[in-house]
């Protein structure tokens, strides 16, 4: 496992290990290197640039529609918590090209997670007409990488990094692209 793109079997083993934390982990879900996730929650972005939830998937509310031409964020059910050496990357499901949603993304990697920290996408309707998607689409896919065995210089979060991390995990932080969530 050096430098490579994990696969399904590397996958469920570092998490059943408990190397790689995995929170709302299902492994009859894993795909051969990569795991899909689902959808916990919309929110809509004010002129603010503040964060505000509109809609929670559960037994009851099972779609949601975005309005054409409009921006929010959605929460990720799953939970990640990665080890220093192991980096999570995000790929857009194509049901969600495919129904003409852009997702903005990006990726993770140690400290991310060591406070429950939520995983959280941009969703751009790109389309005139409202789309909707349901509480059982896959929303994007996380694929691992283990660089742990490689000879990996020393890395600590730089003094811009390490601000947003605290203001994203302090207790009063609604910024515009995060809001703890104080799950337990």
């Known amino acids: 496992m050096t430098g490579q793109i994990l696969n399904n079997k590397q996958i469920d ?32 972005v004010g002129p603010d640039h503040k964060a505000k939830e509109i809609f929670r998937f559960d037994e009851s509310h099972k779609s949601f529609s975005f309005a054409p031409q409009k921006y929010y964020l959605i929460d990720i059910l799953e939970e990640i918590r990665l080890p220093k050496g192991i980096i999570g990357r995000f790929i857009p499901s194509s049901s969600f090209i495919e129904l003409g949603l852009s997702i903005t993304a990006g990726k993770i990697e140690y400290p991310y997670g060591q406070n429950k920290e939520r995983i959280r996408f941009g969703i751009f309707n790109c389309l005139t007409i409202e ?29 811009y990094d390490k601000n947003i991390y605290i203001e994203r995990t302090h207790d009063d932080w609604d910024g515009p692209n995060y809001e703890r969530d104080n799950r337990e």
């Open 131 to 159: 789309t909707t998607i349901f509480n059982d689409y896959r929303i994007a896919y996380v694929e691992f990488f283990d660089l742990r065995g490689l000879a990996n210089l020393e890395y600590q979060l730089t003094p």
């Open 13 to 44: 083993d570092l998490i059943k290990q408990g190397i790689i934390g995995f929170s709302g982990y299902d492994s009859a879900k894993l795909q051969i290197a990569q795991y899909p996730l689902s959808a916990m929650s919309i929110s809509e």
